[in-house]
C-alpha cells in the first residue's frame, strides 16, 4: 500500500504521543528487559515480522541475583513477514517470577503487523496485539504480622512457622485478564521512532475486591516510546557490516518512568553495547553488552551495574539468543535500520 500524504501521518503521529501523556496512572510496572532490541514483540508489536523469514528470539533476565533471585523473566517469541498480504505474525510466551514462586506472572501474546510505504523510501509499521495475562500468588510463602515473633521471627525454635490468622482471597490465588496493545513505528534507512500502548482496554486486575475502589480504571496505561539510528562505518556492495546503532527507550506508566539511552557498535560477526538507565528519581543502572553472530545465529549477554541505593543487589544478567531462518545475502535486501533488532 502507497501513501502519498505522509506528513499529516507524522504530524499524527506527534499529536498522539503529546496527548497521551497527559492520562496515565500506576500502581506497578510490567517487566523489562535491558536488551529491549532483542525482544521487538514485546516491545511493539508494529515490530512483528521486521526479517524476510520466519524468526525465533529466547530471553532471560536474573534481577538483583543477590537478593535471593527477586525477580527472573523468561520470553520466547516467534514471528514471520508474509509479503504478499504485507503482514506479520507473532507469538509470544513470557513468564515473569518473583520472590522465588511468591509471585508468579504468564503473558501469552499474538501480534500482527501491516507495513504502509510512502514517498522518499519512509515506511510506517502499524501493530496491533493481544494478551491473556494470568498471575498466581503463593499465599503460604507470605510472612504476616501475626507471625512474627519478637525472639524468634517468622519461625519457631522447633523450626516450624507461626500461624496465621489472615485468609486467603475468596477468589482464589490466581487472576487472569485480556489485554489489548497497540503499537507504530515510522522508519526509513537511517532511522526509526514508534511507540506501543499496553492495556489499552484497562483490565481489572485484582486478588482482593477490596481494592476495587482504589484501581476501578484497572491496569494503568503503559507508553514505551523508542526511537534509533543507523550509522554505517563500513560499506560492502551496500551492505554494512560495521556500524554504530545509537537509540533510546522510555517507558512511562502513572507516575513511574524509566529512559535507556546508549548505542551497540558491531564490527562484522561481534558487537559490544554500552547504555545508561535513569528511573523516575534516580539513576539506576549502566549496562554493558556483548554479542556475536554467525549465519543465522545471534548470541548476546548484557549485564546491569546498579548506580542506585541497591548496590549489593547483584545487578542485573540477562542472555538473549535469535535464530533468523533466512541468513542475509551479501547484498542486504532491508531497506531499513533494524538490523539493531535482528
Same mark, same amino acid.
Given at each position: 500500500?502507497?501513501?502519498?500524504?505522509?506528513?499529516?501521518?507524522?504530524?499524527?503521529?506527534?499529536? &498522539?504521543?503529546?496527548?497521551?501523556?497527559?492520562?496515565?496512572?500506576?500502581?506497578?510496572?510490567?517487566?523489562?528487559?535491558?536488551?529491549?532490541?532483542?525482544?521487538?514483540?514485546?516491545?511493539?508489536?508494529?515490530?512483528?515480522?521486521?526479517?524476510?523469514?520466519?524468526?525465533?528470539?529466547?530471553?532471560?533476565?536474573?534481577?538483583?541475583?543477590?537478593?535471593?533471585?527477586?525477580?527472573?523473566?523468561?520470553?520466547?517469541?516467534?514471528?514471520?513477514?508474509?509479503?504478499?498480504?504485507?503482514?506479520?505474525?507473532?507469538?509470544?510466551?513470557?513468564?515473569?517470577?518473583?520472590?522465588?514462586?511468591?509471585?508468579?506472572?504468564?503473558?501469552?501474546?499474538?501480534?500482527?503487523?501491516?507495513?504502509?510505504?510512502?514517498?522518499?523510501? &519512509?515506511?510506517?509499521?502499524?501493530?496491533?496485539?493481544?494478551?491473556?495475562?494470568?498471575?498466581?500468588?503463593?499465599?503460604?510463602?507470605?510472612?504476616?504480622?501475626?507471625?512474627?515473633?519478637?525472639?524468634?521471627?517468622?519461625?519457631?525454635?522447633?523450626?516450624?512457622?507461626?500461624?496465621?490468622?489472615?485468609?486467603?482471597?475468596?477468589?482464589?490465588?490466581?487472576?487472569?485478564?485480556?489485554?489489548?496493545?497497540?503499537?507504530?513505528?515510522?522508519?526509513?534507512?537511517?532511522?526509526?521512532?514508534?511507540?506501543?500502548?499496553?492495556?489499552?482496554?484497562?483490565?481489572?486486575?485484582?486478588?482482593?475486591?477490596?481494592?476495587?475502589?482504589?484501581?476501578?480504571?484497572?491496569?494503568?496505561?503503559?507508553?514505551?516510546?523508542?526511537?534509533?539510528?543507523?550509522?554505517?562505518?563500513?560499506?560492502?556492495?551496500?551492505?554494512?557490516?560495521?556500524?554504530?546503532?545509537?537509540? &533510546?527507550?522510555?517507558?512511562?506508566?502513572?507516575?513511574?518512568?524509566?529512559?535507556?539511552?546508549?548505542?551497540?557498535?558491531?564490527?562484522?560477526?561481534?558487537?559490544?553495547?554500552?547504555?545508561?538507565?535513569?528511573?523516575?528519581?534516580?539513576?539506576?543502572?549502566?549496562?554493558?553488552?556483548?554479542?556475536?553472530?554467525?549465519?543465522?545465529?545471534?548470541?548476546?549477554?548484557?549485564?546491569?551495574?546498579?548506580?542506585?541505593?541497591?548496590?549489593?543487589?547483584?545487578?542485573?544478567?540477562?542472555?538473549?539468543?535469535?535464530?533468523?531462518?533466512?541468513?542475509?545475502?551479501?547484498?542486504?535486501?532491508?531497506?531499513?535500520?533494524?538490523?539493531?533488532?535482528?
Amino acid at each position: 500500500m502507497i501513501v502519498d500524504d505522509s506528513r499529516q501521518l507524522a504530524s499524527l503521529f506527534c499529536i &498522539l504521543i503529546l496527548l497521551l501523556f497527559g492520562r496515565l496512572q500506576i500502581y506497578a510496572q510490567d517487566p523489562v528487559f535491558s536488551q529491549f532490541y532483542t525482544a521487538p514483540l514485546h516491545l511493539n508489536p508494529a515490530l512483528t515480522g521486521i526479517t524476510e523469514g520466519s524468526k525465533i528470539a529466547l530471553n532471560y533476565r536474573n534481577q538483583w541475583p543477590s537478593i535471593n533471585q527477586a525477580y527472573v523473566t523468561y520470553a520466547a517469541s516467534y514471528d514471520q513477514f508474509f509479503p504478499y498480504i504485507n503482514s506479520g505474525f507473532g507469538l509470544t510466551i513470557l513468564a515473569d517470577d518473583a520472590g522465588r514462586g511468591l509471585y508468579k506472572t504468564t503473558v501469552v501474546q499474538g501480534s500482527y503487523s501491516y507495513n504502509v510505504k510512502f514517498r522518499n523510501n &519512509l515506511q510506517m509499521r502499524l501493530g496491533l496485539a493481544a494478551a491473556w495475562i494470568s498471575s498466581r500468588i503463593d499465599w503460604a510463602k507470605l510472612v504476616f504480622s501475626d507471625q512474627l515473633d519478637p525472639e524468634f521471627g517468622a519461625t519457631s525454635p522447633g523450626g516450624l512457622p507461626y500461624p496465621t490468622e489472615e485468609i486467603g482471597p475468596e477468589g482464589g490465588n490466581s487472576v487472569s485478564v485480556l489485554d489489548a496493545i497497540a503499537g507504530l513505528v515510522m522508519f526509513n534507512e537511517h532511522f526509526y521512532a514508534g511507540f506501543a500502548l499496553k492495556h489499552l482496554n484497562f483490565p481489572q486486575f485484582s486478588f482482593l475486591q477490596v481494592n476495587d475502589q482504589l484501581s476501578a480504571s484497572g491496569l494503568p496505561l503503559s507508553l514505551s516510546l523508542h526511537a534509533g539510528t543507523e550509522i554505517d562505518l563500513v560499506k560492502l556492495r551496500g551492505k554494512s557490516d560495521v556500524f554504530m546503532s545509537p537509540g &533510546l527507550q522510555y517507558i512511562r506508566q502513572g507516575r513511574l518512568s524509566q529512559l535507556n539511552i546508549g548505542t551497540i557498535f558491531r564490527y562484522y560477526l561481534v558487537g559490544a553495547g554500552l547504555w545508561y538507565r535513569h528511573s523516575s528519581t534516580n539513576p539506576d543502572s549502566v549496562i554493558f553488552s556483548v554479542e556475536g553472530r554467525k549465519d543465522k545465529y545471534r548470541l548476546s549477554y548484557s549485564y546491569d551495574v546498579t548506580l542506585s541505593k541497591l548496590r549489593n543487589s547483584g545487578g542485573a544478567h540477562e542472555i538473549s539468543f535469535i535464530i533468523n531462518f533466512v541468513s542475509e545475502p551479501k547484498e542486504s535486501r532491508y531497506n531499513d535500520c533494524f538490523n539493531l533488532f535482528r
